[in-house]
């Protein structure tokens, strides 16, 4: 089993900055890959990014692609997504997915929000 816990979530104006935290517990060393996914309001959850253990191999959704950055600590178990220039399309609710060669695993969530 695998447990994910989001963090980092808030408020913020458009063209601010903000970092989410997802950090892992459990049985760790049998996760193959972590993605952030978010879903706004009446949409359907869309991919924001996907980093493979250890960092190797990194995905990004087209409308985030070169504002965002998710990075794996592997010493502290944690990916972060590192979101910069956001806009207020970006707001939504994040959730953090482990994936294991047998299952997949999902947080709660946290709130971003972006307006002015």
């Known amino acids: 089993q695998v447990h994910v816990v989001e963090s980092g979530g808030g408020l913020v104006r458009p063209g601010e900055s903000l970092t989410l935290s997802c950090t892992a517990s459990g049985n760790t060393f049998s996760i193959n890959a972590i993605d952030w996914y978010r879903q706004a309001s009446g949409e359907q959850r869309e991919l924001v990014a996907a980093i493979g253990n250890g960092g190797v191999a990194t995905n990004y959704g087209d409308s985030v692609r070169g504002r965002f950055t998710i990075s794996w600590d592997n010493a502290k178990n944690t990916v972060y997504l590192q979101m910069t220039n956001l806009k207020p399309e970006d707001t939504g609710v994040y959730y953090c997915?482990?994936?294991?060669?047998?299952?997949?695993?999902w947080g709660q969530g946290t709130q971003v929000t972006v307006s002015s």
């Open positions: 997915g482990a994936h294991t060669r047998w299952d997949d695993f």
